[in-house]
C-alpha cells in the first residue's frame, strides 16, 4: 500500500488542478502539474518530455525495489 499512495501521490493531477490550481503559493503542485505547465503554458515540450522521462524512471525504480522486496518475503 505504500507504493501504491507513492505512485498515487506523484500521478495526482485532476484534484490539485481543479480544487487550487496549485494553490497558495504552490504549496499543492505535483509532478504532473509542473509537466502540464511547462507544456502548455510556457510551451515547453522538450523540458515537459523531460520531466515526464524522469518520472517515469522514478516510477520504475519504486516498482523494481518493490518487487524485489515482495520476492524475498514470498
Do not use: E, K
Not at 21 to 26: I, K, M, Q, V
Amino acid at each position: 500500500m505504500l507504493i501504491l499512495s507513492i505512485s498515487g501521490s506523484l500521478l495526482a493531477f485532476d484534484q490539485f488542478f481543479i480544487f487550487t490550481n496549485g494553490g497558495p503559493d504552490n504549496s499543492t503542485v505535483s509532478m504532473v502539474m509542473v509537466i502540464y505547465r511547462d507544456a502548455f503554458f510556457r510551451f515547453d515540450l522538450g523540458g515537459a518530455a523531460a520531466l515526464s522521462v524522469v518520472l517515469l524512471a522514478a516510477l520504475v525504480a519504486l516498482n523494481v525495489f518493490q518487487m524485489r522486496v515482495f520476492r524475498r518475503r514470498g
